[in-house]
């Protein structure tokens, strides 16, 4: 139902931009958000955004230089990701809360696309 994109390879200080779709089920009154796991760790949050994208919020790892936002005409959300880091290796994941507004807790979300790998490697 959520498919997530653009994942890829880049150096450091690179940028990417995420984008994942929402099929088959509209997901535009929810909030949604990204996650992600690096390997040999816990998913962790990224980044949060409401139903409307008036309101958004973002880990203090990521704060500065990732942008969530948001297409609900496209149904599709976005990781606007610059100065990317090794550190930000991970599977990325979107996924749609259970409620409009930004949500941290994974526990929080009920819908999840399939992850997409982002490498930041030189």
């Known amino acids: 139902q959520l498919q997530a994109s653009g994942g890829g390879t880049v150096q450091p200080g690179g940028s990417l931009r995420l984008s994942c779709a929402a099929r088959?089920?509209?997901?535009?009154?929810?909030?949604m958000g990204w996650f992600r796991r690096a390997p040999g760790k816990e998913r962790e949050f990224v980044a949060s955004?409401?139903?409307?994208?008036?309101?958004?919020y973002s880990a203090d790892s990521v704060k500065g230089r990732f942008t969530i936002s948001r297409d609900n005409a496209k149904s599709t959300t976005y990781l606007q990701m610059n100065s990317l880091k090794p550190g930000d290796t991970a599977v990325y994941y979107c996924?749609?809360?259970?409620?409009?507004?930004?949500?941290?807790?994974?526990?929080?979300?009920?819908?999840w696309g399939q992850g997409t790998l982002v490498t930041v490697s030189s």
């Open positions: 955004i409401s139903w409307n994208g008036g309101t958004t």
């Open positions: 088959a089920r509209t997901v535009s009154n929810n909030g």
């Open positions: 996924a749609a809360s259970r409620y409009s507004g930004v949500t941290t807790d994974c526990t929080g979300y009920q819908y």
